[in-house]
């Protein structure tokens, strides 16, 4: 069992605004530990698109932006595209159970 | 490009073991902490174990502890994981994996464990 909630799914129309909670703990994200959000397309391996809790690493379009607050981060995508639909994790370290931890995941439906 | 390469997945049987290897390219592989993640058939990520640049350090999952090591060797660039008395909830797709900025990921191997 996951110590990160995440939304089993969520879903939008092209081009609009999305976001993807990651709900924490005191041990994890509230104890200031970054998070990092991935996105994983059918088949393929994950891809990070987020670190540090809000930085993007080169060559991820600035549509994805994460954000932290208390023992919560949030993942919005702005201008939702087909090629956006994904499952999507958080994931960050816990220093009760002394390594890392992922969200449960959350699948993105482009209407 | 970053790489990293998994190998050494394969059929096993409840109670075996099986070595992972994870070859590491295009990046100071030293200098860098690294992870063995896994994902069921059709389920979420799961981290399984954790070794710093040096090997200094290393963490395991409550799922990992006592059953698999892990270790590298930083003159070849390698990653490993010794999987012992290994299960039928231990089927996974295995991943080898740099969980910070880098955030180089493998293809992963194919670890299935069934009589």
């Known amino acids: 069992q996951s110590v990160l909630t995440q939304p089993p799914s969520v879903s939008g129309a092209p081009g609009q605004r999305v976001t993807i909670s990651c709900t924490g703990s005191s041990s994890n994200i509230g104890a200031g530990y970054d998070v990092y959000w991935y996105q994983q397309l059918p088949g393929t391996a994950p891809k990070l698109l987020i670190y540090a809790s809000s930085a993007r690493p080169s060559g991820v379009p600035d549509r994805f932006s994460g954000s932290k607050s208390g023992t919560s981060a949030s993942l919005a995508i702005t201008g939702l595209q087909a090629e956006d639909e994904a499952d999507y994790y958080c994931?960050?370290?816990?220093?009760?159970?002394?390594?890392?931890?992922f969200g449960t995941g959350t699948g993105v439906t482009v209407l | 490009e970053l790489q990293v390469v998994e190998s050494g997945g394969g059929l096993v049987q409840p109670g075996e073991s099986l070595r992972l290897s994870c070859a590491a390219s295009?990046?100071?592989?030293?200098?860098?902490?690294m992870s063995w993640v896994r994902q069921a058939p059709g389920k979420g990520l799961e981290w399984v174990s954790y070794?710093?640049?040096?090997?200094?350090?290393?963490y395991y999952s409550d799922s990992a502890r006592g059953r698999f090591t892990i270790s590298r060797d930083n003159s070849k660039n390698m990653l490993y994981l010794q999987m012992n008395s290994l299960r039928v909830e231990d089927t996974a797709l295995y991943y080898c994996a740099q969980l910070t900025s880098l955030g180089a990921w493998g293809q992963g191997t194919l670890v299935t464990v069934s009589s």
């Open positions: 070794i710093s640049g040096t090997g200094g350090t290393i």
């Open positions: 994931q960050s370290f816990d220093s009760s159970l002394t390594g890392y931890v």
């Open positions: 295009r990046f100071s592989f030293s200098s860098y902490a």
